[in-house]
């Protein structure tokens, strides 16, 4: 076999190593699938309130509710562009109900029809009797008379006494806007609407669909261009948060790869090295998501996105190669003797965000897998194939202006002992009297939803007497019908709070449907067809209603007799069954019940009503479930970041072999930690996850800097390459995390902020600390 030519083999490795990227790429795109549920970031609930709570995130009744107002026109318009949008939307299955306040018996199955009277509570204070069915046709006489008569004269055959309505009445929002030419307005004259999504509440994926399927409804409509359309609710805060932080990202990502992109032209002035160096990065990052793609089959984006950013350690490995590099030696040469030291970077790095992987938490185990492969790749990849493709001509990093002076500088600069312990006997000092509390519990505090939204949401909530986002009453039971029982048995209660002022409204369960003994007993009250037939005929009696006109209601009512009682399984196939699914479900190997509140104005009094159910009722705080989970979630990931550091300093003594230079490289580090928390503490930062993953992040950074400054060197020259790569590393570190740090997201802010200041603070230190280069052996 001829041998390859010499002129060909870096071509041919080099596209066999893209070859290899694509095959990666393809595999990823083939297998991985990208979720949006924020869900995957909460570990396992320990108590049932944050088991419930992490379901109602998504699934839960207020949810998936998003708030319409339409505003800037008159009366008319609004009521015409409401309706014409609930026609829009009706039929479309992204939206599970549209409720405008106009009534339309079209919402109602047909099979439920038929099980009106065993639904309303009309039979609970009424009979069928002549007397009440006479005061029914009176009062239906005026009705025709009437503007409502349009729409009453379908139903008045089949449904003199208007169950139909009574049942659409109950099913409306307990805390119903006034309506206006058949719609829904608010008190300032917008037009209102309720409209639930068939997507989870923190699915932004869906709500973006879904949100986007009602805009464009909205924008068929001929006058939409004389309204404005106003939207809220979570869905679509899930929805607005998810497009701001990509659209936010994506400028940031673009500014801070121009920018890094012109620092390595500066540094290396060598475009052939500066696109080859982007190879073992690229390596690690196609080995992340394959490692998530062969290991999980799913990953969140949000996952990916801290993944890419977590990956940014690997890009100091090419560019330590890069200036590490002599003159007069071959890059294989100059990567055999950088592998030591960067293969225990590497690995410290890999069990910093082992911590992860031990959290419980999915998301963060899938951030594990892909950081920590990537790194292990992206290191391989510099060590092994990039030296084999890196031109043979180049300028020594040692022999740049400038460089000398700095190193210079840096010897010259004092290195009192005492300082590193008086800094950290400060800043235990400023922790210990900064003000504010040290970790962020309320998730709230960390949404970047502007707050005139916030202000919006707030009042559009209770202008449609939509359900609270806080507070949920949850009721227990061994069946679905026994909690159906209990909600019947609450409600008086319920309605009792109202009327004290304690909430607004309560919606319970058997709202939708009552239990199988108050059918029952309502089909029991129903008369045979005779009884019935002769009602009608003496209640008609000197009204202008023709002979036979109420055969239909005869028959309907007769049916209502051997009906067999509505079941939530029969009701689920209903237009409302989404709604009753959401209140009503099977849990824990029995039945739970939520009862949503509006406008709550004395939890206190909820307490009460609850503590006086013998344990069948309690109040569910969803704010207090969220901080106790985020507790939970913090200290479980707090131990696994301790047990991680103590292995990472084990690493660092035994790869060192000497635990006085694993001190140089470990004490700087740590300072570090130390002091980016006195600085956000000090200016009132309270810490949470996105702190702790980036605390984590500016420490694998940190101990690359400590481990070169410690690392032994031959001559000045080489004192000289190893400044010139930390210079890089740092001035492109700060670059991208500087510009993070001026996000108006305050998960990318405190990403930033955290990392540029450890960055700062670890480069610093790392020289400080270091040991001068005539002690180093």
């Not at 708030?67 to 562009?81: K, S």
């Not at 940014?312 to 950088?338: C, F, K, M, N, T």
């Amino acid at each position: 076999m001829r041998p390859i030519p010499e002129r060909l083999r870096v071509p041919l490795l080099i596209a066999a190593w893209l070859a290899v990227l694509a095959g990666l790429a393809a595999f990823a795109l083939a297998r991985l699938q990208v979720t949006t549920d924020l869900r995957s970031f909460m570990p396992a609930p320990q108590t049932a309130d944050q088991k419930l709570l992490l379901e109602q995130i998504g699934e839960g009744p207020g949810s998936r509710l998003l708030l319409v107002a339409i505003e800037g026109a008159p009366v008319p318009t609004l009521a015409a562009l409401s309706r014409g949008l609930a026609a829009a939307l009706a039929d479309d299955p992204r939206f599970g109900q549209v409720i405008n306040g106009a009534f339309d018996a079209t919402q109602l199955d047909p099979a439920l029809l038929p099980y009106r009277y065993l639904l309303s509570p009309t039979l609970d204070s009424h009979r069928l009797d002549a007397t009440w069915l006479g005061e029914q046709l009176e009062q239906r006489v005026e009705d025709l008379a009437s503007p409502a008569g349009v729409m009453l004269k379908p139903l008045l055959a089949s449904d003199p006494t208007l169950e139909t309505l009574a049942i659409a009445e109950r099913w409306a929002p307990p805390k119903a806007p006034q309506t206006r030419d058949g719609v829904w307005f608010s008190a300032s004259g917008e037009a209102l609407m309720l409209v639930e999504t068939r997507a989870a509440g923190f699915d932004p994926a869906g709500q973006g669909e879904a949100i986007a399927a009602l805009e464009a409804a909205w924008h068929a409509l001929p006058e939409a261009a004389s309204a404005r359309l106003l939207l809220s609710g979570p869905g679509y805060f899930s929805a607005r948060v998810s497009a701001t932080t990509r659209a936010e990202a994506d400028r940031i990502g673009i500014a801070s790869t121009i920018g890094f992109l012109l620092l390595l032209l500066f540094a290396y002035r060598s475009l052939p090295a500066l696109l080859l160096a982007a190879l073992p990065v690229a390596s690690g990052a196609l080995a992340g998501i394959g490692a998530l793609a062969g290991f999980y089959g799913s990953a969140h984006g949000i996952t990916l996105a801290f993944g890419f950013t977590l990956l940014g350690v690997a890009q100091e490995y090419p560019i330590r190669l890069l200036s590490h590099r002599r003159a007069g030696e071959d890059a294989l040469a100059s990567a055999r003797a950088l592998w030591p030291l960067l293969a225990t970077a590497i690995v410290s790095a890999a069990i910093a965000y082992l911590a992860f992987l031990a959290s419980g938490v999915t998301g963060l185990q899938q951030l594990a897998v892909f950081t920590i492969a990537g790194l292990v790749v992206a290191g391989l990849a510099t060590r092994y194939l990039l030296p084999r493709v890196l031109p043979p001509r180049f300028a020594d990093a040692a022999d740049r202006r400038g460089i000398a002076r700095a190193q210079a500088w840096l010897e010259r600069v004092p290195r009192p002992p005492w300082l590193p312990w008086l800094l950290a006997l400060a800043g235990v000092l400023v922790l210990w009297q900064a003000p504010g509390p040290l970790w962020q519990d309320d998730l709230a505090a960390l949404t970047p939803v502007p707050r005139e939204l916030l202000l919006r949401d707030a009042r559009l909530r209770g202008e449609l007497g939509a359900p609270d986002v806080r507070y949920l009453l949850v009721l227990r039971g061994p069946d679905a019908n026994s909690v159906l029982a209990l909600s019947q048995i609450l409600e008086p209660e319920g309605a009792a709070l109202v009327r004290s002022g304690a909430l607004d409204a309560i919606e319970w369960p058997s709202r939708y449907l009552p239990s199988i003994g108050l059918q029952r007993e309502r089909q029991a009250k129903l008369p045979d067809r005779t009884t019935l037939e002769v009602a009608l005929a003496d209640a008609s009696r000197d009204l202008p209603f023709r002979q036979g006109l109420f055969e239909p209601f005869v028959n309907d009512v007769e049916a209502a007799r051997q009906l067999p009682p509505l079941t939530p399984e029969a009701f689920a196939r209903s237009p409302f069954g989404a709604r009753l699914a959401a209140m009503l479900f099977s849990a824990d190997g029995g039945w739970t019940g939520l009862a949503t509140l509006s406008g709550v104005h004395d939890a206190a009094a909820l307490s009460k009503l609850a503590e006086a159910s013998q344990g069948r009722v309690r109040v569910l705080d969803l704010k207090a479930a969220s901080e106790s989970l985020v507790v939970a979630y913090r200290e479980r990931i707090l131990q696994a970041l301790g047990g991680a550091l103590l292995l990472l300093a084990i690493t660092v003594v035994v790869a060192l072999r000497s635990p006085r230079r694993a001190w140089h490289v470990l004490a700087p580090m740590t300072l570090a930690t130390l002091l980016v928390l006195v600085v956000e503490r000090a200016a009132g930062i309270s810490l949470s996850l996105f702190h702790l993953v980036a605390l984590t992040l500016a420490a694998g950074l940190g101990l690359h800097y400590a481990l070169f400054f410690e690392r032994p060197v031959a001559d000045d020259a080489e004192a000289r390459r190893t400044l010139h790569a930390t210079l890089v590393c740092v001035v492109s570190a700060l670059l991208v995390f500087g510009l993070q740090a001026l996000s108006s997201l305050p998960v990318l802010r405190a990403i930033g902020l955290t990392v540029a200041l450890g960055v700062g603070f670890h480069f610093c230190l790392s020289i400080l600390m270091a040991r001068p280069r005539r002690e180093r052996p």
